[in-house]
């Protein structure tokens, strides 16, 4: 069973639906530690100071603000303090909005809100009408001792708070130098689609996308364990040439797919109707 990391409540309008907060997603990462070779020593990580090349214990480690090269202002708990958010255990919902009106780039860590049994009509009603309209609710909430910006979205049977990025940490792309409306051929347009077609399916099934790097290293990883045999190396990627005419590559593209088509699809038995 999942373990809440926080407990509140859902507030908009006059409606209260208390809930629990917990992770709706997990790194599988593997994790490795620094070793010193000669004898698998593990590696001990300390905080020198780079003036009297000492190293310095906790207690005499402070925060300080690089506001130009090479100066520093310091900042006392006090003054960390003085902004903490007030924590109010409440995801309080300011407005509602379209989910497509909203740059997918601002979403950020999704959690799972669960109702608690007293608030389990309530939530099932949010649910449902942010289902219906189309639409998320954007919030502010405090987790810990830090305030987000957030969005409550209705995900299947439960209802998902989305921990947003602040607008002024979306880089502005402006300066990119990106193409712009351009006059495209009809047949390169149409090429293309038959290719996206070709490509799409009905429903998108994560689960036919393993993890190939994370399953091969554990393969490496188990055979040096039990001492067996390494898998083989993988031989490099064909180098691809340039592209010379895009309509040719979109056309070679369609061919190698219906090619690719042809050889996946079961063969009929021999007097089969």
Sequence with gaps: MARAIWSGSISFGLVTIPVKLTGAVRSNELSFHMLHKKDEGRIKFERIC??????????????????????????????????????????????????????????????????????????????????????????????????????????GDALVLDLMRWATEIVDRSDLDLPGEEHLPQAELKMAKMLVDSMSVDEFEPEKFPNRYRDELLAIIDARVSGKELPKAKKPAPTRGKVVNLMDVLERSLKERGEREKETKPRRKRGAA
């Design 50 to 155: 780079s003036v009297d090349g000492k190293v310095v214990p906790w207690d005499e480690i402070v925060k300080g603000y690089e506001y130009e090269k090479g100066e520093h202002v310091v900042l006392t708990d006090t003054d960390f303090e003085r902004i903490d958010p007030k924590v109010t255990n409440t995801i309080d919902i300011l407005e509602f909005v379209e989910l497509e009106k909203i740059d997918p780039m601002y979403f950020e860590q999704p959690y799972y809100l669960e109702p608690t049994k007293q608030g389990r009509h309530a939530y099932a009603l949010l649910r449902e009408t942010l289902d219906q309209t189309a639409r998320v609710a954007i919030a502010r909430v405090v987790i810990r001792t830090k305030e987000y910006l957030a969005a409550v979205k209705p995900s």
